[in-house]
Structure formats: structure tokens, C-alpha cells
């Protein structure tokens, strides 16, 4: 769009030049103010570019700071010492991304501390899903929690 404008600029520019000139360098006179004001346009399209992103920024700290205050969707019910912890358990719990679809409905899940234990299932079975709610990253309903023994 910049360019077109640039080319119809330098197009009217030619026109009036051509009718204001006469003699041999007319049209040399021409050229040389088309070249110029096609050069004057070319050395403001970085300022145009600039101010665009500029802007773009603007409106992203914008978002960023929305983000930043906005309130937290988890509940922090405290945090457990991992390492106090025999076990770390799963109750019944309900989780979907969609409270009308649930990805796990009455998980109950028992990791004893020093077991290693694999999550193995096809693609978009819930693996990450899993580590994200036992990261606290979404809520659920149910219970988690460690147990010493």
C-alpha cells in the first residue's frame, strides 16, 4: 500500500514538472525530482514500520499488565514440604478443561516417596494434564495431599 502510494506521488509530481519545464533538460528535471521524491518516501518507510511496532508493543505490556494483575484462578489451600511426605496421594478426584466434559472423573492415585513410577499413554490421553494438576496448576475437585506415616 505504502509503495503505491509512493508511485502515484512521484507519477503526479512527474505531471506538474513536465508542464511547469520546457527545453532540453525538461525531462531530465523530471527524472531527477521523481528519483528524489521516491528516495524522500523510501527513508520514511522505517519510520511508518517502527511506529507500527511500536504500537504492537504498546498494546502487548498492555496485555501483559492486565495478566500480571489480574487474580489468580487456583485456590492455595498452602503448600506441603515434599520432603515430610511418605506418599503422595490422589482422592476421587474431577477434572476437565470443560466442567461439561470431564478428562478424569474419581482419580484416585497413590505415589509412595522413592518409587519411580511411569505415566505412558497415547497422544492426548491426559499424561501432562496429570503432572499439571499435581503441580497446582489448575483446580479440581478432590482431594491431594501427602501422607507421613
Partial sequence: MFIAIVQIVVVLAAL?????LTGPWASVM???CAIGIQAWFEA???MIVS???GYESLVAVR??????HAPLPIKDTGCVDLDSMDTISL????FGYDHSSLIYKDLTL????????????????GKT???SLLERLYDYSGLYFGRSQ
Fill in 110 to 125: 497413590d505415589i509412595p516417596k522413592g518409587q519411580a513410577v511411569a505415566i505412558v499413554g497415547a497422544s492426548g490421553s
Fill in 129 to 131: 494434564t496429570l503432572f
Fill in 63 to 68: 496485555r501483559l499488565l492486565q495478566i500480571k
Fill in 51 to 53: 511506529v507500527h511496532h
Fill in 44 to 46: 520514511l518507510q522505517p
Fill in 16 to 20: 506538474l514538472a513536465s508542464n511547469v
Fill in 91 to 94: 482422592k476421587h478426584v474431577n
Fill in 30 to 32: 523530471v527524472v531527477v
